[in-house]
T-cell receptor, first 111, second 116 residues
Framework: NAGVTQTPKFQVLKTGQSMTLQCAQD?????MYWYRQDPGMGLRLIYY???????DKGEVPNGYNVSRLNKREFSLRLESAAPSQTSVYFC??????????FGNGTRLTVT | AQSVAQPEDQVNVAEGNPLTVKCTYS??????LFWYVQYPNRGLQFLLK??????LVKGSYGFEAEFNKSQTSFHLKKPSALVSDSALYFC??????????????FGQGTTLQVKP
C-alpha cells in the first residue's frame, strides 16, 4: 500500500521555466491538498480539492495552478517559476476534515 | 485572524524523562487542533487531534496532548521520551467556521532532540 506518492523527488528549474508536480493516492480519499514548507514558516496551503472535479485556493495560491484529474491524482503546475517558489512541496490526502496522509515531498530549487 | 504559535524552536530532553512541546493558538470560535510529526526527508505524520470532549487527547506512539481553553494552549506531552522521538513537531489549528475543508494553519515547528 503506497499511500501518497509524489514525483519527482527533486527538481531544479531556471527562472521562467514551467513544470508539473504529480501526486497520486491509493486510499480512495476524497480530499487532496498541496502545501509548501519553508524554513521557520511551517506548512502553508497552496490549493486543495475537496472532491473530484473541485479545487479551491489556499493561503498562498499565486503563481500556481492545480488539476484534480480524477479521484486519485492531484497535480500542481508552476507556469513560470520564480526563485521565491524554491521550497519543499507536499501533497496530502484525507477523507475530509484535515490532511492525514502526506507524501515524502518534492524539493524544488529555482535559480 | 487565526494563528498558531510554537514558542520554542528546539526542546532538548534526556531519554526516559517526560517531554512537553508547547503550542498556543488564536482563533474565532471553538478550534480543531492537531499535532503532526516530521522525520528527516519525510512528509508529516498525523499524531492526534482535538475536536471536542475530553481535554486530554491520546494519540499515536504514546503521545498525548492537553487542551486548555482558558490558556488557549494545546501542549504535546509524553511521559517517557525515546531517542527515536527526535523529530520536528508541528501544531496546527482549523477554525470550525472554515467548514470541512481541511484548511489548517500550521505553527513554525519545534525540533525535539532526545539524548541518550
Amino acid at each position: 500500500n503506497a499511500g501518497v506518492t509524489q514525483t519527482p523527488k527533486f527538481q531544479v528549474l531556471k527562472t521562467g521555466q514551467s513544470m508539473t508536480l504529480q501526486c497520486a493516492q491509493d486510499m480512495n480519499h476524497n480530499s487532496m491538498y498541496w502545501y509548501r514548507q519553508d524554513p521557520g514558516m511551517g506548512l502553508r496551503l497552496i490549493y486543495y480539492s475537496a472532491s473530484e472535479g473541485t479545487t479551491d485556493k489556499g493561503e498562498v495560491p499565486n503563481g500556481y495552478n492545480v488539476s484534480r484529474l480524477n479521484k486519485r491524482e492531484f497535480s500542481l503546475r508552476l507556469e513560470s517559476a520564480a526563485p521565491s517558489q524554491t521550497s519543499v512541496y507536499f501533497c496530502a490526502s484525507s477523507e475530509g476534515g484535515a490532511p492525514l496522509h502526506f507524501g515524502n515531498g518534492t524539493r524544488l530549487t529555482v535559480t | 485572524a487565526q494563528s498558531v504559535a510554537q514558542p520554542e524552536d528546539q526542546v532538548n530532553v534526556a531519554e526516559g524523562n517526560p517531554l512537553t512541546v508547547k503550542c498556543t493558538y488564536s482563533v474565532s470560535g471553538n478550534p480543531y487542533l492537531f499535532w503532526y510529526v516530521q522525520y528527516p526527508n519525510r512528509g508529516l505524520q498525523f499524531l492526534l487531534k482535538y475536536i471536542t470532549g475530553d481535554n486530554l487527547v491520546k494519540g499515536s506512539y504514546g503521545f498525548e496532548a492537553e487542551f486548555n481553553k482558558s490558556q488557549t494552549s494545546f501542549h504535546l506531552k509524553k511521559p517517557s521520551a525515546l531517542v527515536s522521538d527526535s523529530a520536528l513537531y508541528f501544531c496546527a489549528v482549523r477554525d470550525k467556521g472554515s467548514g470541512n475543508t481541511g484548511k489548517l494553519i500550521f505553527g513554525q515547528g519545534t525540533t525535539l532532540q532526545v539524548k541518550p
